[in-house]
């Protein structure tokens, strides 16, 4: 093999933030207000194996490379060796997105996450499939890393502004 072909190899797994390429991710951005007040809260999508973003963005749609709320500000880089059912990660990933484009948006019942955790079902990650909206959030937030120190930014500095704004209060009206 060619130096050429194994940094092709290679790249196909390297993240790339300026391009906005997340191979065998799961990505997350904030959603404006709402993120502000509880900065754990925000949107989510699933990449490609080749980067490519794709996220349940609303009633009976799925958005392919351009997230509902802005580009991602967190990750989570998954093996693509831990897939154990009989789809690739590509397939379940389709699948999960034709499923979606046919159901109506729910904030708290049927979502982004529901979305990716149908991916990971179906492709039985790391052997299970048992992913719902809660215990994905949960992995994702414990596993997950921010794109850069402006991407952290993005997330916490609004909640921050905001706290500050209220402790300004409370000590003025006191």
């Known amino acids: 093999?060619?130096?050429?072909?194994?940094?092709?190899?290679?790249?196909?797994?390297?993240?790339?933030?300026?391009?906005?390429r997340y191979p065998y991710c799961i990505v997350w951005t904030p959603i404006p207000?709402?993120?502000?007040?509880?900065?754990?809260?925000?949107?989510?999508?699933?990449c490609m194996s080749n980067g490519v973003i794709r996220d349940f963005?609303?009633?009976?749609?799925?958005?392919?490379?351009?997230?509902?709320?802005?580009?991602?500000?967190?990750?989570?880089?998954?093996?693509?060796?831990?897939?154990?059912?009989?789809?690739?990660?590509?397939?379940?990933?389709?699948?999960?997105?034709?499923?979606?484009?046919?159901?109506m948006h729910s904030l708290c019942c049927d979502n982004c996450h529901s979305h990716v955790s149908m991916a990971l079902n179906l492709m039985q990650y790391n052997g299970k499939c048992d992913y719902n909206m809660f215990n994905t959030f949960f992995r994702f937030t414990y596993h997950c890393k921010y794109v850069s120190f402006c991407a952290f930014l993005k997330t916490w500095l609004p909640f921050v502004v905001w706290i500050l704004v209220l402790i300004v209060l409370v000590i003025y009206f006191q």
């Open 1 to 20: 093999m060619k130096d050429n072909d194994q940094i092709m190899t290679n790249s196909d797994l390297t993240i790339d933030t300026v391009r906005h």
């Open 33 to 46: 207000l709402l993120t502000w007040l509880v900065p754990v809260i925000g949107h989510m999508g699933i």
């Open 57 to 103: 963005a609303g009633p009976y749609y799925v958005s392919q490379d351009d997230m509902a709320f802005g580009n991602p500000t967190k990750y989570w880089q998954l093996s693509s060796k831990l897939l154990t059912g009989g789809h690739c990660w590509d397939d379940s990933v389709k699948q999960a997105s034709d499923e979606y484009m046919n159901r």
